[in-house]
Nanobody, 119 residues
Framework: QVLLSESGGGSVQAGGSLTLSCTAS?????MGWFRRAPGKGREFVAR????????SYADSVKGRFTISGVNARNAVSLQMNALKPEDTAIYYC???????????????WGRGTQVTVSS
């Protein structure tokens, strides 16, 4: 089991920025960020695949969020710029053995960190 720990959530006004960080207890194939807004299901945000060296983003965050690898395959950050009220959610870091955006294929999850964007 991969243990994941997120940090960096908080409250900002619309247009502001936040950086989330996630550290895993061991190397992973893919690390992803997901979010769950109140009353909604889990939504893919971004992922990084270490093997292929690729990143992928949901259309809703493309151009505003950037996922980066830190410390080679066991830590990632998510730089979030131009935040909108609709970005308000609990953000989760997760690990997968596949290169996928499907949350059901991610086997280990962090506890999540709250991001609140006010208008």
């Amino acid at each position: 089991q991969v243990l994941l720990s997120e940090s960096g959530g908080g409250s900002v006004q619309a247009g502001g920025s936040l950086t989330l960080s996630c550290t895993a207890s061991e190397r992973t194939f893919t690390m992803g960020w997901f979010r769950r807004a109140p009353g909604k299901g889990r939504e893919f945000v971004a992922r990084i695949n270490w093997h292929f060296g690729t990143t992928s983003y949901a259309d809703s965050v493309k151009g505003r969020f950037t996922i980066s690898g830190v410390n080679a395959r066991n830590a990632v950050s998510l730089q979030m710029n131009a935040l909108k009220p609709e970005d308000t959610a609990i953000y989760y870091c997760a690990a997968s053995g596949l290169d996928t955006a499907n949350p059901n294929t991610y086997h280990d999850w962090g506890r999540g960190t709250q991001v609140t964007v006010s208008s």
